[in-house]
């Protein structure tokens, strides 16, 4: 069985500039949520997507923004991007709520 | 709300020697906990969960973790560590359903020759 994977694993943006960064999900899961890890820190739950809807969110502006597709695959958008955005982004995929969580290698986003 | 404390930054211990990686939780309502060992320039991967039945959870790579309900903790442990467990590991707590888990500031075990 696949993984989840994510691209890219490393990005450098402009303060102002919108990013949009992409997951897919271990095959046979069907929930999806993003998480933002700043540098040693434990990771921050960001929201999460159940069957191509929103269905939680952590403490995280609009300008966080995600999508769910058909095939599970999924994005997180960030919009007017500030330099505390500047952190590794982790997809997490599960299937249901067996809680048995499968993070990708995360995305290693710098804003400049 | 929940949180988590994870009351060691930094564990240093010698090789083949036990450990103990501490994890202190609040909530007002019961949750499921995990912890996740994170390597360098890599994502998370989980070692063990309580989700209900038996306080103590076994894991992969020879942890274990007990639950305690009365202290509010999850400490995990290895009777003999090797120089691979050397990684970054967080505690994690979950109420379930669309909650999305809260992590600990993570504890960096060091393992020493």
């Known amino acids: 069985e696949t993984g989840v994977t994510q691209s890219p694993t490393h990005l450098i943006k402009t303060r102002g500039q919108q990013v949009t960064l992409r997951c897919s999900s271990q095959?046979?899961?069907?929930?999806v949520s993003w998480y933002q890890q700043a540098l040693g820190q434990g990771p921050q739950f960001i929201f999460q997507y159940y069957r191509e809807e929103e269905n939680g969110r952590g403490n995280f502006p609009p300008r966080f923004s995600g999508l769910q597709f058909p095939n599970y695959s999924s994005e997180l958008n960030v919009n007017a991007l500030e330099l505390d955005d500047s952190a590794l982004y982790l997809c997490a995929s599960s299937h249901g709520t067996d809680y048995g969580y499968t993070f990708g290698s995360g995305t290693r986003l710098t804003v400049v | 709300a929940q949180s988590v404390t994870q009351l060691d930054s930094q564990v240093p211990v010698f090789e083949e020697a036990p450990v103990e990686l501490r994890c202190n939780y609040s909530?007002?309502?019961?949750?499921?906990l995990f912890w996740y060992v994170q390597y360098p320039n890599q994502g998370l991967q989980l070692l063990l969960k309580?989700?209900?039945?038996?306080?103590l959870v076994k894991g992969i790579n020879g942890f274990e973790a007990e639950f305690n309900k009365s202290q509010t903790s999850f400490h995990l442990r290895k009777p003999s560590v090797h120089i691979s467990d050397t990684a970054e590991y967080f505690c994690?707590?979950?109420?379930?359903?669309?909650?999305?888990?809260?992590f600990g500031k993570g504890t960096h075990l060091i393992i020493q020759p």
């Open positions: 095959s046979g899961h069907n929930t």
């Open positions: 909530s007002s309502v019961s949750v499921y």
């Open positions: 309580y989700l209900s039945g038996s306080t």
């Open positions: 994690a707590v979950s109420r379930g359903g669309a909650d999305g888990l809260t």
